[in-house]
């Protein structure tokens, strides 16, 4: 679309094409942020960033722009003479690169207020991402060094203190230098080489830069970075797409800086008109902030591949999670494998599916039966079961592909793992078997003592007094409580408590021989008593050998058990648990854990507690337990259970 030669600067824009953002005294033009995107006809929610552009009158700033950004379409108003064109700031839109294009009037042009140029410079500066000079001439000439170096030293004096607050709010560990805009000099030549060579030299053309800026002491250390584009152009037309392709790959790295909702440029600038408004005094310094978070890049890395987040700062109050460019580099330590049903998926719906031990639909128990037969369960919320580990025992097929896709997410510092905890299996295993045994042991506890100390009274010798008539240890008197074992003494047949019967000697008179038996204190004192054994007295005692032998076994089977059993627990624990070895206190109350004492862990936070400070249940399915399990009482409060 060309521009009629009649065209009024002062006329609104058709589609398509630039406008007047700050005129030539520098007035903000564009009155609010819905004005200003229906100017740009852009998304308010795509993410922008921005490009400025300056050079010499003539040198074809606004042509560079039309040809590069925008097919050659006359978006920019261009002159076939050498008088400037562009008074002030004027904006366009590409859509295709997500970039706001700002061209401005040439430096040799109408305006010869000096603070005022200052002043307009510092206010472009301030929201461009990308700087462009454009210069077209046989050499490099001193005014383009010594405008852009004094550029970054007016640049630096204006903003440091600022700058300097940002990073340290934002936690950025990056230079004041490298949050500033990236310097890009497009050099167009007709008949000399192009610096560096010609620019087959990689890094040559910017190593020359750098030398030439530090010779004319004006180094340009506001600017993150300088590259060099040179075109040699013997026979017109010029040759846009070197300036092309260094524009996109700037525009697309997010090392510092970040795209940023439209909104936030015309906001800066709002802040910028404001600020610079008159007379510019040297000794001035920030005092209001016009640097949004939103420009810079999230400081946060992948903790497994430590790959940087793309978003720009501040971007999780807006509900936008981290993201990065790439896909992650897996860290087995940080679970951050997930599995997302396949069939939702080629539907067009994410749904993570987690391994479980028991099915949703499945009480504990039953859940555990079909988990002992068909192994893990993958469930999906909107599928139902997907798929059973055992299901068919031979020929299983692997979930991943078949039923589910597998994919490596980042894994963010402030978050839970990207998945849910995968390697619970075996915690939830241990926990559903310590279900069931407790609740055998709550039912039975009764009955068993009663037909243990039955079956006790049936098989021990006449001379014992029966386990229903000992209510209190026959040495210190203590009350026997209701799950304390008692003892018999094998020479008196009285019953005792561990500590007043744990002496050991033969005693072949009651037929216990020649190997020592337990004893009571005043047996032991009194000593051995040798006598002949009665058949009688000998045959009594067979059958309560034959239970001590079996008791003796399986007290045996279970002291070799507890051993492994440790090193069970310890591989079963989840990866967020806190190890046994390292509680020594409840994490709530800090009460010191005792050899007598369990220690329990939080399913939510992985804390060791005490029993009373961890008698909360719920589901915790973050961390992939779907049932009701123990968390502590801080836990369940933030739940809503108590």
Same mark, same amino acid.
């Given at each position: ?76 108003? &261009? ?111 007709? =008949? ?95 005092? &209001? ?119 490596? =997410? ?66 210190? =008197? ?25 002496? &050991? ?41 034959? &239970? ?95």
């Amino acid at each position: 679309m060309s521009q009629l030669t009649s065209w009024d600067p002062l006329s609104e824009p058709e589609e398509g094409r630039s406008f007047l953002l700050l005129d030539e005294e520098e007035t903000l033009q564009v009155q609010s942020v819905t004005d200003f995107l229906v100017k740009l006809d852009c998304n308010p929610q795509h993410p922008v960033k921005v490009l400025c552009i300056f050079g010499n009158t003539g040198d074809g700033k606004s042509h560079t722009l039309n040809e590069t950004f925008f097919g050659g379409l006359e978006v920019f108003r &261009t002159s076939p003479t050498q008088d400037s064109c562009t008074v002030g700031v004027w904006a366009a839109y590409d859509p295709s690169l997500s970039l706001i294009v700002l061209d401005t009037e040439g430096l040799l042009g109408a305006t010869d207020k000096q603070n005022q140029r200052l002043r307009l410079l510092l206010k472009v500066l301030a929201v461009s991402d990308l700087v462009v000079y454009r210069t077209r001439a046989e050499r490099l000439h001193n005014d383009m060094f010594q405008f852009l170096g004094q550029a970054s030293s007016a640049y630096l004096r204006f903003f440091t203190p600022e700058l300097k607050a940002l990073s340290s709010r934002c936690g950025l560990e990056v230079t004041l230098s490298s949050l500033g805009p990236a310097l890009l000099i497009f050099h167009e030549t007709s =008949r000399t080489d192009l610096l560096g060579q010609g620019g087959k030299v990689p890094g040559k053309a910017e190593n020359e830069l750098h030398k030439r800026f530090h010779e004319l002491g004006n180094p340009p250390e506001a600017f993150s970075s300088i590259r060099y584009v040179g075109v040699k152009t013997v026979t017109p037309p010029t040759d846009f797409s070197g300036l092309l392709e260094a524009v996109r790959k700037q525009v697309m790295d997010t090392s510092t800086r970040s795209s940023r909702p439209p909104g936030h440029v015309f906001s800066a600038l709002q802040s910028l008109s404001e600020r610079f408004s008159g007379d510019i005094p040297e000794d001035q310094i920030s005092v &209001t902030s016009f640097f949004p978070d939103e420009y810079f890049t999230c400081s946060m890395r992948c903790l497994s591949c430590r790959a940087r987040c793309k978003n720009g700062m501040n971007h999780l109050k807006d509900g936008i999670p981290h993201e990065a460019e790439g896909l992650c580099q897996y860290a087995h330590q940080y679970c951050n494998k997930v599995y997302i049903c396949k069939r939702c998926y080629e539907g067009g719906r994410e749904v993570i599916v987690v391994p479980q031990t028991v099915a949703s639909k499945d009480n504990r128990l039953v859940g555990l039966a079909k988990y002992a037969w068909a192994g893990y369960v993958l469930e999906c919320r909107v599928c139902g079961i997907i798929f059973r580990s055992r299901q068919y025992w031979y020929g299983n097929r692997d979930p991943d592909g078949s039923v589910v896709r597998q994919e490596v =997410r980042h894994v963010w510092s402030e978050q839970e793992s990207s998945s849910t905890d995968q390697h619970n299996a075996a915690q939830r295993v241990l926990d559903e078997v310590n279900a069931v045994i407790q609740t055998v042991n709550d039912y039975s506890a009764g009955p068993t003592r009663a037909v243990a100390s039955w079956l006790t009274d049936q098989v021990a010798p006449p001379y014992w007094r029966p386990n229903a008539q000992i209510m209190e240890c026959h040495g210190c =008197r203590k009350p026997f409580v209701a799950a304390e074992r008692k003892h018999h003494c094998r020479a008196c047949g009285e019953g005792f408590c561990h500590s007043c019967c744990s002496r &050991t000697m033969p005693v072949p008179e009651r037929g216990w021989g020649p190997s020592p038996v337990r004893v009571c204190e005043k047996c032991h004192s009194n000593g051995k008593k040798k006598g002949a054994v009665a058949d009688d007295v000998g045959r009594s005692l067979l059958p309560r050998m034959v &239970t001590e032998v079996a008791q003796s076994s399986v007290d045996k089977v279970s002291s070799i058990l507890e051993y492994p059993l440790g090193f069970v627990k310890d591989a079963a624990r989840p990866s967020y648990w806190v190890s046994d070895s390292e509680i020594t206190n409840c994490h709530s109350c800090k009460k010191l854990f005792t050899p007598n004492m369990s220690r329990h862990h939080c399913r939510a936070c992985g804390q060791g507690f005490c029993e009373p400070c961890s008698n909360c249940r719920r589901p915790v399915p973050s961390r992939g337990w779907h049932h009701p399990v123990r968390v502590c009482a801080s836990c369940g409060k933030k739940n809503g259970d108590l």
